[in-house]
DNA sequence: CCTATCTGCAACTACAGTGGTTTCGATAAC
DNA sequence: GTTATCGAAACCACTGTAGTTGCAGATAGG
């Protein structure tokens, strides 16, 4: 997977928003809470529009909102929208095919890597945004 | 995870010596079938070896060997060798503690990432190298 | 209509990780 | 002793990420 911290920060994203109970947030504000530049947060935003989890509005008084309630997102979801098509990538360059492993390895392994993901996914579907939010309210401060 | 692809020339490189069935073989000739520098193979198999999963010997005629039958060793294991031990990287800096999310959306993750690796690792443990020498054997070339 | 407040997007930088390469010392077989 | 091999360090080019600045465009509200 990705060396990269898209997938965790967008988990909080939703979650934020979800705490918010149906207003809309700045991507000002959202920074506030994640700790950087409101510019990272826009860019995350954007997957998850492409995903239709949030939707945005200009202006005054506007920023971004969810399009569903916190229970009917899981997050597979979000992995689906932040992440990588490719679990695990495969050689840079190609192996030699005239070799009888090198030859066939790619198309060996990627139905095995197809299954993995499949295990993945199923586990991330299990916990929603509801789930996490709740959690989040009960922890000690 | 990390961006490479580490784990795929992993299970590339022990599928090829256990195709040799006991053979020692040197990283220039696992190179050739990898397609890339002696140098590199020999990189990942320093990994392979801090695992206990080859061995290596020096001088003519060395190489490297597996220390175990290929049906005893499995994705998992080798996911364990080559990969970072974080699924998902976590913020690059410290979301803001007084935000009722941010303060504690860490500690709330880090145990559905935990079950999701898990998960993952499940899955990998079902598949063993003498399974995947078998399907590059059995594809058409 | 005007203005303040947002998003949207492009461009740039600093930094880290990856893969590739060269080099050289250590080791073991013959 | 010669040769083949590993082991390890050093360096480079490339890529992706996060952070930052700047500005255009849209919109709410007076």
Redo the contacts with the bound molecule.
């Keep these: 997977m990705?060396?990269?911290?898209?997938f965790t920060?967008g988990i909080h994203i939703l979650t934020l928003l979800a705490h918010g109970d149906g207003e809309t947030?700045?991507?000002?504000y959202i920074a506030g809470s994640v700790n950087?530049?409101?510019?990272?947060i826009?860019r995350l935003?954007?997957l998850l529009?492409d995903a239709k989890l949030v939707t945005?509005?200009?202006?005054?008084?506007?920023?971004?909102q969810l399009t569903r309630p916190p229970r009917g997102i899981t997050l597979r979801d979000i992995y689906l929208a932040m992440e990588?098509s490719t679990i695990f990538?495969m050689h840079?360059?190609p192996p030699n095919p005239r070799c009888p492993v090198g030859g066939t390895i790619q198309e060996a392994l990627s139905g095995h890597f197809d299954e993995v993901r499949l295990a993945l996914e199923q586990q991330l579907a299990k916990t929603t945004v509801a789930d996490l939010l709740e959690e989040v309210k009960s922890m000690p401060r």
């Design positions: 990705s060396a990269n911290s898209r920060v947030m700045t991507s000002e950087t530049n409101p510019v990272v826009r935003l954007s529009r945005s509005q200009g202006g005054p008084g506007g920023g971004w990588e990538p840079t360059n």
